[in-house]
């Protein structure tokens, strides 16, 4: 499975309805099993982002597609980076010799 850490924020749908964020974030994770992915961790944050989520997904395509499905709701915006773990870091750059 590929990791992938979201950076999100609340928009003023979701801030207002702050109260009912749990329920959401539980959902959210529910949406993403069924897609075949797994929640990693989730943090709420201080700063330019409200939250950081670190998730597992199949692939590029159910990752895309959870970032849509959340966004749809109204209720957060994202940002999703592809991470690459330690050993696939190391392949990468040891291949630019």
Avoid: C
Avoid at 3 to 16: A, F, K, N, P, V
Avoid at 45 to 56: K, L, P
Avoid at 75 to 81: A, P, Q
């Amino acid at each position: 499975m590929t990791t992938y850490i979201m950076l999100g924020s609340w928009t003023d749908q979701g801030i207002t309805a702050i109260a009912e964020s749990p329920r959401r974030l539980d959902a959210a994770k529910g949406m993403l099993a069924e897609m075949g992915g797994k929640m990693l961790a989730y943090y709420m944050t201080t700063g330019e982002h409200d939250m950081v989520a670190i998730y597992e997904a199949p692939d590029d395509a159910v990752a895309a597609r959870f970032s849509l499905m959340l966004g749809r709701m109204g209720n957060v915006r994202t940002r999703t980076l592809k991470a690459f773990p330690e050993e696939a870091y190391r392949a990468i750059v040891g291949s630019l010799r």
